[in-house]
């Protein structure tokens, strides 16, 4: 005859991950099995950069997009210098000369129709690789393209950005020291 088991419902315990102390000095066999270890967190560090880097290089992750605001610069003056990237057929970098103020602004000085405000123009420096001369022109970006990956999707140039560090620091909590058991009542 089988038994039936009654199976309870409850939360299980959450761990706690404790440091383990260290009695005595390592000897050489195990400073040697510990710089083999794939969990040794100085042998981790280096891996993943390397990891990080193939993935940048396969255009599987992208460190300057990680590295941007959530949300797309105001279209004023404050952009007049800066440079950006934006997506073509290819990704082309260049200089913001100017933003249009909706008053005064043309496409050309024989244009007749003055340019909503907001619109860029645009400079970005000859492109041999490409064939592309040197030019400039004006660009209606839209904010919902920002740091997209789309036809016309446009972000700040990682010279914007400052330092070239990885995108974010690694996560490494600094052992604790372990309490002390605490008596039961």
């Known amino acids: 005859m089988r038994r039936q088991i009654e199976m309870r419902t409850a939360a299980p315990p959450q761990l706690r991950v404790r440091s383990i102390k260290t009695l005595g000095t390592a000897d050489a066999d195990v400073l040697r099995l510990e710089q083999q270890s794939i969990f040794n967190v100085s042998n981790l560090l280096p891996k993943a950069k390397v990891a990080r880097e193939l993935r940048e290089a396969a255009g599987i992750s992208d460190s300057v997009e990680v590295r941007q605001d959530r949300e797309a610069p105001p279209f004023d003056t404050r952009l007049v210098g800066k440079w950006l990237e934006v997506c073509w057929p290819y990704k082309e970098e260049g200089r913001v000369k100017r933003v249009a103020d909706g008053l005064t602004d043309k496409r050309s000085p024989r244009a007749r129709k003055i340019l909503p405000a907001g619109m860029l123009l645009w400079a970005w420096d000859a492109d041999p690789e490409y064939d592309e001369p040197a030019g400039e022109r004006w660009i209606a970006f839209l904010p919902e393209k920002w740091n ?32 002390a058991p605490r008596a039961r009542r």
Request: no cysteine; proline share 16%; net charge negative.
């Open 148 to 179: 997209k990956p789309v036809s016309y999707g446009w972000r700040l140039d990682p010279r914007e950005l400052g330092a070239t560090g990885p995108p974010r620091t690694p996560l490494i909590e600094e052992e604790e020291e372990e309490e």
